[in-house]
């Protein structure tokens, strides 16, 4: 990692940060603790309970759960602004995806601040950036009002994989995830490692767009660093207390520098079953919240700094 090199490479690749901070989003999951889909009155108090903090929240599908469904109406009644998802990996989850936007979204565009069409496709290799910039064209074309783009690893944007997508001029919003925890960071590279992998993607994205460049608006997808009863990643370990200060450092300060950020996650979600990562270790994935699954938060300093 080119821990030297990360300071002044961010600030290259984001010449405005000392015009405005970043805005604070959080990744919302679509059931409760119990593993049933929340309602709308659910995510009423999903958005009661970080409202102090933001009023911006990102989702995956808009099918699953009846997620936008039930969430458009609770954001119109709290004033929150929307990022909705759709999962274009498989035929039938962008169809189903696609046809719950369609009942959802005309009419309440002024509460959606985006769509994205992928969450770390490209990443998964479930599709070629070509497939998906052709799904995200469908979108485009289907909801003209509303601004549609992508998420994917933050690897996937500063390797080129991505760049059918960036140089075709027809995407301008592109949200990266990086975490350093899933990158086997000990805390104390961790800032460091985050914000490099921040500012090699937006970088690129940026030398690759060209002139379309000024119109591109870049943000992190995706963050975090579970919290005490998670499972410990190599040199990361599970901690609240590590997880407080990786939300203080490298959350508050890339928001300081201008980018924005979506914090993973909002919630605890206990019913998540285990997963396997790169290393071949299952991972206990219901600790990532700021907050736990009974909306009680982690720790008392839980914003950012002004």
Known sequence: MRVSSVVPLLLAAAPAVSAAKGTLGFALGNKNADGSCKTTNDYKLDFETIGHLTTMVRTYSAKDCNTAEAIIPAAKDKGFKVVLGVWPDYQESFDDDVNALSKSVPGNEDVIE?????????????????KLLERIETVQTKFPK????????WNKFADGTADPIITSGKVNYFLANGFAYWQGQDISNATNTYFDDMAQAKAHIEKVAG????????????????????TDYGA???STELAQEHYHKAVCG?????????????????????????NGQASDETKW???TAARKPKWSDIGCPN
Request: net charge negative; hydrophobic share 35%; aromatic share 14%.
């Open 146 to 153: 509303v601004t549609v783009g992508t998420v994917d690893s």
């Open 254 to 278: 890339l928001l300081t520098w201008g980018i924005d950020v979506f914090y993973f996650e909002a919630f605890d979600e206990p019913y998540k079953p285990k997963s396997v990562g790169d």
């Open 211 to 230: 002139d379309n460049a000024k119109n591109i608006r870049f943000g992190n997808g995706e963050t975090g660093w579970p919290t005490t009863g998670g």
């Open 289 to 291: 919240g700021l907050y």
């Open 114 to 130: 985006a769509i994205t069409v992928g969450s770390e496709v490209l990443y998964r290799k479930s599709l070629t950036a070509q």
């Open 236 to 238: 990361a370990k599970a």
